[in-house]
């Protein structure tokens, strides 16, 4: 999703003071190898001297660096604020233990997400301490709601009979993801029922091929969130997931 700071969305000429500092630091974190001053100027079509101003801004409270060959950095302080406040979360101070149990318990990767509009936010994960296959999901990271287990669950909470998640699926249609993503709106909310039935959700291979997933909601004093387990298909298939449910259950409940 791009950024309401990015420069495809926001006029040249209204990005100017703050908004240029920040759409600069939204850029250097989108190139981890760095970019020189006039890729930057490029990139938030602005002048190169006002650039320049806004990176020794940056760069002298360490939210950025300059290195070798006149490139430009996200800096370590920057890094270590962004981490520092998503270990002090209070939901990620709660929740984290439980992720850890559930990826000892499958050799998996386990997730706390929340809903934003159409997506899921993912506000922590955890992978299994061996044997872990590098899943798309970061922490920060988006996915559609309709194609998540995390957004089912959830989505099944807010939207509490057919007629709202029919309403809710025509305004937000999703393009296939993968060739089981459940694009028509009928089977969308058949599922989501389901999921309100059952008090669980399930993602068969809908949202990245090759990965499944169980999830439940999970209340909380800060806000609604979701738990989930997401399997690589051909190791841990959605079966064996969905029938370890309780186990599921007992581990956020002992560790939430």
């Known amino acids: 999703m791009a950024s309401q ?35 930057l100027a490029r990139a ?24 070798g060959a006149g490139r430009y950095a996200l800096g370590d302080e920057f890094v270590r604020l962004a981490f520092a406040y998503q270990d002090a979360r209070p939901e990620a101070v709660r929740i984290v233990p439980a992720l850890r149990a559930l990826a000892d318990r ?3 990767t386990a997730h706390y997400a929340i809903l934003d509009g159409a997506e899921v936010v993912y506000r922590a994960k ?11 999901s970061t922490i920060g990271g988006r996915n559609p709601a309709r194609a998540t287990a995390v957004g089912k669950v959830l989505l099944a909470h807010l939207l509490t009979d057919d007629a709202a ?20 709106d009928g089977a969308f909310v058949a599922e989501v029922a389901r999921a309100r ?3 669980y959700a399930v993602d068969d ?11 439940i909601r999970v209340g909380d004093p800060y806000g609604e969130g979701a738990v989930s387990v997401s399997g690589l298909s051909y190791r841990t298939p959605l ?16 560790s939430y």
Request: charged fraction near 25%; proline fraction near 7%.
């Open 205 to 215: 291979q809908e949202n990245e091929a090759g990965v499944n997933c169980v999830a």
């Open 165 to 184: 998640v029919a309403a809710w699926a025509r305004l937000h249609p999703l393009a296939p993801r993968t060739p089981r993503t459940l694009t028509d």
């Open 239 to 254: 079966h064996v997931l969905e029938e370890a449910l309780d186990d599921i259950r007992a581990i956020v409940t002992a």
């Open 106 to 108: 499958f050799g998996e």
């Open 44 to 67: 938030v079509a602005s002048p190169k001297s006002t650039v320049h101003r806004a990176l020794a801004a940056l760069t002298r409270a360490r939210l950025a660096t300059r290195e």
């Open 126 to 136: 955890v992978d299994p301490p061996v044997g872990a296959v590098r899943l798309t």
């Open 5 to 39: 700071l990015s420069p495809q969305s926001e006029p040249a000429e209204r990005l100017v003071g703050s908004d240029r500092v920040l759409a600069l630091l939204i850029e250097l974190a989108n190139r981890p190898g760095g970019a020189s001053l006039d890729e």
């Open 197 to 199: 039935a059952l008090g």
